[in-house]
């Protein structure tokens, strides 16, 4: 069975590096047999402070963890991971491609300027794992793009960091369309979905202080109903569902990867009733949150 923390899960700058301060501008690439081969093709579930990862997989399969889901992966395959995000893989030997990890200050450092900023800034702070835009679709070529940013990364030649950034900002613009072959384009649209995006960024910042539906609505200089249209369109989920759905991600992560009792688990997010915590839990997951926990432990044995 996995040795639980009493820290959520691990945090670490590069898989197996323990977290301190990320370096300022932080890029790095390799190949993802280099890492992934050194703990037997099973990179354990974990994420990373102030740093988010890119993975251009190009030949085998296996599976990918983001936070609660889990599926199978076959190459060619992108996944992007923003800083925080908890992840996992479960690499075929042999597997291959480029994984790129950067700090949050450079993706802002890159995108911010850009006049597409809010997109493209929308786009790197969501997850993404799925079949890449091909070529013809995007008219980008991502395979080729990350295995020049990694010779980029890694050499000293006049202008690698200009070329470094350049790079990075056409991966993000290929995330971006490789999404938008299913997306609607249109002004209003994006105006819903950037509404949307900017109260789940809120959820994240005020996930623990049980602020009501119309404070997060007032935060955002909007009504409640029009916050209420932007998220059921976005997601077919009304704000106070993405809210419990959130609290409840990280009452399941601390439940599986701690060994924290449930009561400070309630008080860590923001209930001041760990009876209430627990009819809460209950409601949507089916079983208490003791049982929840002896449920995971007993998948692991």
């Known amino acids: 069975m996995q040795r639980r923390l009493e820290r959520p899960i691990p945090v670490f700058r590069l898989y197996g590096e323990v977290a301190g ?22 990179i354990a579930p974990h994420r990373h402070g102030a740093l988010a990862q890119g993975l251009v ?46 700090a949050d200050d450079f993706l802002a450092a890159v995108l911010d300027p850009d006049p597409d ?3 493209l800034r929308a786009t790197a702070e969501a997850t993404f794992s799925g079949r890449p835009g ?9 395979a080729g793009l990350v295995q020049t940013l990694a010779r980029e990364a890694a050499g000293a030649l006049p202008g690698a960091a200009s070329a470094v950034a350049a790079l990075v ?8 369309r490789t999404r938008a072959t299913r997306a609607i384009t249109e002004p ?20 623990r202080e049980n602020w009501p539906i119309a404070r997060f609505a007032a935060a955002l200089g909007v009504s409640p ?24 991600l990280e009452a399941k992560r ?28 209950a409601a949507r997951a089916g079983v208490s949150p003791a049982a929840f926990r002896r449920e995971s432990r007993g998948a692991d044995a």
């Open 57 to 102: 997989i190009t030949k085998g399969h296996g599976a990918v963890s983001l936070d609660a889901s889990r599926e199978d992966f076959c190459a060619p395959w992108l996944v992007w991971v923003p800083s925080g995000v908890v992840h996992a893989f479960s690499f075929r030997p042999g597997t291959d491609g480029v994984v790129l990890s950067l």
């Open 134 to 142: 091909s070529p013809e679709e995007i008219d980008l070529d991502l």
């Open 188 to 207: 209003a649209a994006l105006a819903r979905a950037d509404l949307h995006r900017r109260f789940r960024r809120l959820v994240e910042a005020h996930l």
């Open 254 to 281: 601390s439940l599986i990867y701690t060994t924290l009792p449930v009561s400070k688990i309630a008080f860590d997010l923001g209930f001041n009733d760990p009876a209430y915590f627990s009819r809460f839990f």
């Open 21 to 42: 301060a990320t370096v300022p501008g932080f890029v790095h690439a390799e190949r993802i047999g280099t890492s992934a081969a050194l703990h037997d093709w099973e």
């Open 225 to 248: 109903d029009r916050l209420h249209a932007a998220c059921t369109e976005a997601v077919r989920r009304a704000p106070q569902g993405i809210l419990h759905d959130r609290l409840m």
């Open 169 to 176: 900002k056409l991966l993000v613009v290929g995330v971006l």
């Open 117 to 119: 900023a809010a997109r």
